[in-house]
């Protein structure tokens, strides 16, 4: 079993910074991407950042350049440095990691419980 515990939401003002904070635990022999994706009240969810094993990085289009997805792979966490922050950007924000939890079972992907992320106009 492999649990995913997220820190580092709240409440900000527009143009404010947080960090996010995730990390894994339990039976890991392998963690492949890990993600952090994000729900808004009344829409769907949707992927906001992702960074590959060995670093490489995915962004959606509306936090080029703001946000910046970072990992370190001796603590099994991942983190999501937000600036600039609007508030469209308030959201419940989730943890999502790809973990081989032995070298001859394929990849399940885990879930954090999620952390609120408010910004305020």
């Known amino acids: 079993q492999v649990q995913l515990v997220e820190s580092g939401g709240g409440l900000v003002q527009t143009g404010g910074s947080l960090r996010l904070s995730c990390t894994a635990s339990g039976s890991i022999w392998r963690i492949n991407a890990m993600a952090w994706y994000r729900q808004a009240p009344g829409k769907e969810r949707e992927l906001v950042a992702a960074i590959a094993e060995l670093g490489s990085t995915n962004y959606t289009d509306s936090v080029k350049g703001r946000f910046t997805i970072s990992r370190d792979n001796t603590k099994n966490t991942v983190y999501l440095q937000m600036n600039s922050l609007r508030p469209e950007d308030t959201a419940v924000y989730y943890c999502?990691?790809?973990?081989?939890?032995?070298?001859?079972?394929?990849?399940?992907?885990?879930w954090g419980q999620g952390t609120q992320v408010t910004v305020s106009s």
């Open positions: 999502n990691a790809d973990v081989e939890t032995n070298p001859w079972i394929a990849q399940v992907a885990y």
